[in-house]
């Protein structure tokens, strides 16, 4: 059985940083994109940034542009988000997603959250004003 388990989630000042990761366990046969997505009460989850099996390419939401930086290490079955220059509206629950299908070395996963077979549980990121 495939496992995702987030770590890292917390509460943070306006401002401060926090560093998300998801270590993947279970049999998995082939190479697969992955991505963060998070949530908030009542609402869809959106994508926040994606990263291809090769870590060579990556796609981030615009609203966390310049400020999040996903990687992986595909050695540790582990991806890791790091966060920035945080904002209130990064209030989220944050998950972590494997993509359905293997692509090659470039495919940064799809966009949507039904493009992903296997969700961690979600960890919480609070950030105050």
């Known amino acids: 059985q495939v496992q995702l388990v987030e770590s890292g989630g917390g509460l943070v000042q306006a401002g401060g940083s926090l560093g998300l990761s998801c270590t993947v366990s279970?049999?998995?046969?082939?190479?697969?994109?992955m991505a963060w997505f998070r949530q908030t009460s009542g609402k869809e989850r959106d994508i926040v940034a994606s990263?291809?099996?090769?870590?060579?390419?990556?796609y981030y939401a615009d609203s966390v542009k310049g400020r999040f930086t996903i990687s992986r290490d595909n050695a540790k079955t582990t991806a890791y988000l790091q966060m920035s220059n945080l904002k209130p509206e990064d209030t989220a629950v944050y998950y972590c997603?494997?993509?359905?299908?293997?692509?090659?070395?470039?495919?940064?996963?799809?966009?949507?959250?039904?493009?992903?077979?296997?969700w961690g549980q979600g960890t919480q990121v609070t950030v105050s004003s």
């Open positions: 990263v291809s099996w090769s870590g060579r390419t990556t």
């Open positions: 997603a494997v993509d359905r299908k293997r692509d090659g070395p470039y495919y940064v996963g799809g966009p949507k959250d039904t493009d992903y077979a296997w």
């Open positions: 279970g049999d998995i046969f082939r190479n697969f994109a």
